[in-house]
């Protein structure tokens, strides 16, 4: 009788709790048992590492075998047992020292031939590997991955290279734990729109504050330009924000882009998409498109062709910065802290208010094409600005004399430190009490906002909203309170209250 002991890592969303994976040959008819709640594809991974061990050389034991995936009462879904539960058998017949594998956590899904495969969400694994001070045996494949987060990882490509470095005979190499200090700088750049000042400036309040933006005009008026140049005004991301971004890659298997590495992610799904492709769901459950834009931007363009329902959802991770998904197949938390950006026509046609084509909507057909929006989600919603068609003759001109987006960038790199400095958080996320000493304002502050807020029935949400957007316009401005001419511009810059 014998036992080995290999430490690993399950996947539940973004967090990995350990798992320790007990190996014990016994005496008795041969027999291969797994225990600890595993799910079919850890229950069939007796079969691969029974191939692998005989492909790789290694005789394979007529014992009873028995694998325990502890604790007992955790789910176990997926291949990267597979190289861990070999080498555990290996570590049980004294084919390497067993305290070789004290420090180490083992990942890797075994091919018959005895090849490693790469394994999804390593990313949130090697996060917590690091933290712990253990090295990682991960598949070649998951090479790059596994270096953003730990200097001690050791790639492999089969189960036969893993035994014989453990074994003390061919050492394989440590990667070097990649830089992650690289910005990259972006590629659409504010000057490329010309004109439209107005929704410049908005822009810039909403990156300097966090805040969510709808855009609202005729087709072809630089929405969706002015939109997709948003990441290149926010600040780059820290390195950690980075990593939790690319966990989210990382559970779905998909390859981290080492290209524009620490730029801030923006995504904009189809409107399409159901609310599972938003929010998350399906096996697992699987994060959407509000965790990929996590740290980033959501953009949302023809916000009201999009289902309603699936619109709906997006309201608890605006306000919350993250998504709690239970399924019948499990549960997961994931995070969602994303800036909102949608645009929208002013009508079914595109061009009412614009003085160049004629609309041919009605009042009805208008007011059930904005009511596709709820109250409540228009609510969570800072700042709506209205996106004119710029002049003919300031599009034929080569004049590109605007601010570029670096030095758009300068001001609101300075605008972030200066709110995180204060509150340790951007403007558009202060809550209670902190509402109440970074907002303060004056009398005469306090009376044109209640002005407004009677004259356009503005929610309580909405309130607090404008008093968020006034306090960014003057830390924008370096002044130290609000003035009655920072909520002037807040409440300009809510079109949609002024039409109700």
């Known amino acids: 009788m014998s036992l080995a002991i290999i430490h690993c890592r399950a996947q539940y969303g973004t967090e990995a709790p350990p798992v320790t994976i007990e190996v014990f040959l016994s005496g008795g008819l041969p027999a291969f048992t797994i225990v600890g709640m595993a799910e079919t594809a850890v229950r069939e991974s007796k079969d691969r590492v029974r191939g692998a061990l005989i492909s790789s050389g290694f005789e394979f034991p007529q014992q009873r075998i028995t694998v325990s995936l502890a604790p007992a009462e955790m ?215 509000i965790s990929r834009a996590h740290n980033g931007v959501l953009f949302l363009d023809e916000l009201p062709e999009f289902n309603r329902k699936a619109l709906e959802v997006l309201r608890e991770p605006m306000e919350m910065g993250h998504i709690c998904l239970s399924r019948a197949g499990g549960q997961a938390d994931y995070p969602a802290n994303f800036q909102l950006i949608a645009a929208m026509n002013p009508c079914p046609c595109g061009y009412l208010g614009d003085r160049f084509a004629d609309c041919r909507c009605s009042g009805d057909r208008v007011a059930a094409y904005r009511r596709k929006i709820s109250g409540p989600l228009l609510d969570r919603i800072d700042l709506h600005v209205e996106v004119l068609r710029p002049p003919t003759d300031l599009l034929r001109s080569k004049d590109s004399s605007g601010e570029t987006s670096e030095s758009v960038r300068r001001r609101v790199d300075k605008t972030w430190a200066l709110q995180l400095q204060r509150s340790g958080v951007n403007n558009a996320r202060l809550k209670g009490g902190q509402m109440d000493s970074v907002c303060a304002a004056s009398d005469e502050c306090w009376s044109l906002l209640e002005s407004a807020a009677e004259r356009f029935n503005l929610s309580a949400r909405a309130h607090q909203r404008v008093l968020r957007v006034a306090r960014t316009i003057a830390d924008l401005a370096q002044e130290k309170n609000i003035a009655p001419l920072h909520v002037a511009e807040a409440l300009s810059l809510r079109c949609l209250d002024r039409q109700v």
């Open 75 to 289: 789910r176990k879904s997926g291949g990267r047992y597979d190289l861990a539960i070999a080498l555990g058998i290996l570590a049980a017949r004294k084919q390497f020292p067993e305290e070789s594998l004290d420090n180490f956590e083992v990942y890797g899904e075994l091919s018959l031939s005895g090849n490693l495969r790469s394994v999804p969400a390593i990313l949130p694994a090697m996060l917590r590997a690091e933290a712990a001070g253990r090295h990682v045996i991960v598949p070649i494949g998951n090479e790059v991955e596994a270096s953003l987060a730990s200097a001690n990882v050791y790639p492999a490509t089969s189960l036969a290279e893993v035994a014989a470095h453990l074994a003390g005979k061919d050492r394989i190499a440590a990667v070097e734990k990649t830089d992650l200090a690289k910005v990259d700088p972006a590629s659409n750049d504010l000057t490329d729109v010309r004109g439209q000042q107005h929704a410049k400036r908005a822009l810039e309040i909403a990156a300097a504050g966090g805040h969510n933006l709808l855009l609202i005009g005729p087709p072809g008026t630089g929405k969706s330009m002015l939109a997709r140049r948003l990441p290149g005004i926010l600040p780059t991301m820290t390195g950690a924000e980075a990593l939790e971004t690319a966990a989210i890659d990382s559970v779905l298997g998909m390859p981290i882009a080492m290209n524009g590495w620490r730029q801030r992610p923006f995504r904009s799904p189809h409107h399409t998409a159901s609310a599972s492709a938003l929010v998350g769901g399906g096996p697992g459950p699987r994060p959407g498109e």
